[in-house]
């Protein structure tokens, strides 16, 4: 009810009429009080008098004097801020004197004074000086008998001006009433309008009152300064260096208050265009107060005025601007109260220069900074207004949508409720009440239970946090449902919503199951392996066991009967493994052929006694499909793995397990099983890293070139010959295979990056140490045909080898498996090209792999490398002894050289002589060693590391010449 009056009252149509009318009162009393009118302006008699600067006169009072009768009178004196003392002289007749009982010398910088009356006998005698007024010094002259003038000395202190006259007692006592009268309405008026505005700054927390507070004060002091009453301020006296001080800074707080007010009223000055402004003119306001605080009184004077210019002029177009964008009525309001002050120094400008004060009477300091005052009250007052309506408006605003929102509450499709921080429901919506509460009101579901809710109020912690849960409920049928509930909380609520999601959240479960399971067979993928192995790392780094199968010859199985029955038999082997497996660990299906379980922590034993059961069964019952028996053979792997902290490294030592079973399986055809312990495992490891780093064209630390040595059998001179090897030397110096990294290379498609760097080290050898290896004739380098199917790295390579074509006509590059060449004619120009450069070609492994007769033909070979796997058992083998009698010949045919390698035994190397190989390559000579030994070496027979069988060997050889 209050509230509703106060509201009424507010509307009421006389209370702005009312306001108009009190606010025209105070003005008209402030006028009446604040005006110098002519017909009350008590009489006076100005006087003019002539004057002197201190360092124009010399020698005694008398002197003086004599010197300022002779100069011309004035009625004025200004100073033009010169600060030292000032000598006057004023004629006076006697019976002025009688007349008039006291003389004044008015000004308001007056600061040291002293006055001597000049009596027609020649005299001199110091007179008594009153202050009365402030800015009024008066002295009595009853009972002056002959007088004839007044002689003084005055001291000033900033742009002072000085006017003298003659004045009854009864006159100036009726001055002095009316300054003190003015002073006082003046006082009274700006300090409640002060203390007004400071309860209004405490109450509103407002830094627009702050600074109108201060900018009252200031106004207050600059009144007191030009009526010349601020001598005195709360009552003390201020000194002469004090009371300059306290006008300094008064000027330096109005500028800055002003700044500061015109920075709250007007929004557009923060604009960009107006910011730099706005930044010097804050700038200045903290220059004033220093000079306020520490340059002498002129100094700052000669400051203060030209930025006060300067400011004023930025300040009035901000207001104009302002005004012409948005006829905005705090611009008009705050340029009324600046026509207000500049008509007030306009009426002292016409007062001080041309005499004329007219407008002086009614827009003197006093009255002016009252009006001023009250115009910017008035501007903050409709400043404060529009802000209030502005408030007003999204108060409205906010209503409605609290209406909007309620009415949404109410018809949402979801649940929705509020409930106190102790978690006691306050709102909740129709379907809140139709799901989940019973006839008494209470909720049906134990989340949402009044102790749950508390709970997740205080769990939230501080205003503005909100959670989403899912929580499953089970109900007594045995079904699930689930539940979404998302929460929010203020400072005293907790808002939820509260919505059933059971039919999205089985078709997500549905999705993830068919994300994670291999849909034929209903086990594990590669992913949802991948998902259990990342869960179990993610609380510590464990080690893992693996039992993996593959059914060998699946495809064959394909071909034989066909795709479904190949599905059925699929199914039927995972149900077979899930029977023996299920209880023992995670199985997973990795390939189309491959399944792998995951060890159980700590059931291994039982798992390999399952696991062997499974084996059994797979071996003495066949599956029945359609009639059909399908007998299957397995390749199993168990690999025990060391502590691994990634998925990624656990995935590739079960794959490449796998991998190096099934090679093993490929040589030996008895092979069932095989075995990984921790130390192989984690050698696999090392390979998959290294790979990895491949991607990154990062190659393994020890990487280096071996040289090994190839011996020419029918040549008198013993040329020396050798092929370089990829090795990798181990921390004590040992060199040990490259295979893996040769593998990784062509399973991750970097042949041609390892190729380039083979030929690079190598031709920055030769150059290096051509010197030393003048006896070397021959050196081969291995291009596997990834690299040959390259482009760029055929281009790389010519580019190579003419940067070294000095040394071309030693290289031999060996090619192997010609038929996995893509595009056979690029390789034969590139071979011609190379050739032509002075390399030589040769093909390796023949008689194996794919090649065969017709590519020596077609590649116009040097040289013919016959596999090894012929060449050692060529004398056990008559399959072997022929084949390679077949390839001697041909190459001879051709006009190739001939390479035999693998040649590992004295038995050997004399049937590969008889049947005519130019040279042989192997264990028997030497293995590949270090480069470096080749400097300097005049036979590979020196490599031999027992001489004994070096004899042998060339013995061998010189049998053969001979």
Not at 934 to 960: H, K, T, Y
Request: a negative charge; proline letters at 2%.
């Amino acid at each position: 009810m209050p509230i509703a009056v106060a509201a009424s009252f507010q509307r009421t149509p006389w209370v702005p009429v009312l306001s108009v009318v009190l606010l025209s009162f105070f003005l008209l009393v402030s006028f009446v009080n604040l005006s110098v009118l002519n017909e009350n302006s008590p009489h006076e008699v100005p006087l003019v008098f002539s004057s002197l600067a201190e360092e124009e006169v010399e020698g005694s009072l008398f002197r003086v004097v004599d010197q300022l009768k002779s100069e011309p009178e004035q009625p004025v004196l200004r100073t033009h801020l010169k600060e030292s003392p000032f000598w006057i002289y004023a004629d006076l007749q006697t019976s002025m004197a009688s007349q008039y009982e006291q003389i004044f010398f008015r000004s308001r910088h007056l600061v040291q004074s002293t006055c001597w009356l000049d009596y027609e006998n020649g005299s001199l005698q110091e007179i008594q000086l009153n202050t009365n007024q402030g800015r009024v010094v008066s002295a009595n002259l009853d009972n002056s008998v002959s007088l004839q003038g007044v002689l003084c000395q005055f001291k000033f202190i900033g742009p002072a001006s000085l006017e003298i006259g003659l004045q009854t007692s009864a006159d100036l006592n009726k001055a002095i009433l009316i300054s003190e009268r003015r002073q006082s309405f003046l006082e009274g008026v700006l300090y409640l309008m002060i203390g007004m505005v400071a309860v209004a700054a405490f109450m509103t927390r407002s830094a627009l009152f702050v600074s109108y507070g201060f900018w009252l004060f200031a106004s207050l002091r600059l009144v007191a300064l030009s009526e010349g009453w601020d001598h005195s301020i709360f009552g003390f006296d201020l000194k002469s260096d004090p009371l300059m001080r306290a006008r300094m800074l008064a000027l330096a707080m109005y500028f800055t208050s002003t700044v500061l007010i015109v920075w709250h009223l007007f929004e557009n000055i923060r604009r960009e265009s107006w910011l730099g402004v706005l930044r010097a003119l804050q700038c200045a306001s903290v220059l004033l107060t220093v000079l306020a605080l520490f340059s002498p009184y002129r100094t700052f004077l000669e400051l203060f005025w030209p930025i006060s210019l300067v400011a004023a002029s930025a300040v009035a177009w901000v207001v104009i601007q302002n005004f012409l964008e948005k006829r905005d009525r705090v611009a008009i309001y705050y340029l009324a109260a600046m026509l207000i002050s500049l008509t007030g120094a306009v009426a002292e400008v016409l007062s001080a220069w041309f005499d004329q004060r007219f407008l002086l009477q009614y827009f003197n300091s006093a009255s002016v900074t009252v009006l001023a005052s009250v115009m910017t009250a008035v501007a903050l007052a409709e400043f404060l207004r529009k802000a209030q309506w502005q408030q007003q408006l999204a108060a409205q605003e906010i209503k409605q949508a609290h209406e909007r929102l309620e009415s949404i509450f109410d018809i949402a499709p979801s649940a929705m409720f509020t409930c106190t921080r102790h978690g006691e429901l306050i709102h909740f919506n129709k379907q809140f009440t139709n799901l989940f509460l019973n006839r008494e009101g209470t909720p049906t579901l134990d989340f949402l239970q009044s102790q749950r809710l508390a709970a997740l109020f205080n769990l939230l912690e501080q205003p503005g946090k909100s959670s989403r849960r899912e929580l499953p409920v089970v109900s007594a049928e045995g079904q699930t449902r689930w539940y979404e509930l998302v929460v929010s909380r203020d400072h005293r609520e907790l808002v939820g919503v509260v919505a059933d999601f059971t039919a999205r959240k089985d078709r997500e479960l549905a999705l993830q199951y068919q994300a994670t399971h291999d849909e034929l067979t209903g086990a594990l993928n590669r992913r949802g392996l991948q998902n259990i192995i990342h869960n179990k790392l993610n609380r510590r780094t464990a080690s893992f066991t693996f039992f993996c199968v593959e059914i060998q010859q699946f495809s064959r199985l394909i071909s034989a009967y066909g795709l479904a029955v190949s599905d059925q038999l699929l199914q039927a082997f995972h149900t077979e493994l899930y029977r023996h497996m299920n209880t023992h660990g995670e199985i997973s299906r990795l390939h189309i052929d491959q399944f792998a379980i995951m060890i159980h922590p700590n059931d291994t034993e039982r798992a390999e006694e399952a696991f062997n059961a499974f084996l059994h069964r797979l071996d003495s019952v066949p599956f029945q499909f359609d009639g059909r028996c399908i007998q299957t053979t397995v390749l199993a792997t168990l690999v025990f793995q060391g502590l691994v902290d990634n998925v990624l490294d656990v995935m590739e030592t079960v794959e490449m397990s796998m991998r190096e079973s099934k090679l093993k399986a490929k040589r030996n055809s008895k092979v069932e099983r095989v075995v990984f312990e921790q130390n192989q495992t984690r050698s696999l490891l090392d390979q998959s890293r290294t790979i990895r780093r491949l991607d990154d064209q990062k190659l393994p630390t020890g990487l280096t070139l071996a040289w090994q040595p190839i011996l020419a059998l029918n040549e008198c001179n013993r040329p020396l010959y050798a092929e370089a090897l990829l090795r990798i030397k181990d921390e004590n110096g040992k060199l040990g295979s490259a295979g893996f990294l040769i593998e990784a290379c062509e399973r991750g498609g970097h042949t041609a990056f390892l190729d380039n760097w083979v030929l690079s080290h190598t031709l920055d050898f030769l150059a290096k140490h051509a010197q030393q290896l003048n006896k070397l004739s021959v050196l081969s380098i291995n291009v596997s045909p990834g690299s040959l199917n390259d482009e760029i790295f055929l281009q790389d390579t010519l580019a190579l080898i003419r940067a070294h074509q000095q040394h071309a006509s030693k290289l031999c590059l060996e090619i192997t498996e010609v038929g996995s060449v893509i595009n056979l004619q690029a390789v034969q120009n590139f071979i011609e090209q190379v050739r032509g450069l002075g390399v030589r070609i040769a093909l390796d492994d023949f008689g194996a792999g794919y090649s065969n007769f017709r590519y020596a033909m077609d590649l116009h070979a040097d040289v013919i490398k016959i596999d090894g796997s012929i060449v050692k058992n060529i004398c056990h083998s008559t399959e072997s002894h022929a084949v390679v009698t077949a390839i001697v010949g041909l190459a001879h045919d051709l006009g190739c050289k001939c390479v035999a390698e693998w040649v590992e035994d004295l038995h050997t190397l004399r049937e590969v002589k008889e049947l005519g190989v130019d040279y042989v390559q192997g264990y028997l000579v030497s293995p590949a060693v270090e480069c470096e030994r080749f400097l300097g070496l005049g036979s590979a027979l020196e490599l031999m590391p027992d001489q004994n069988r070096a004899r042998l060997v060339q013995s061998v050889l010189e049998s053969g010449s001979a």
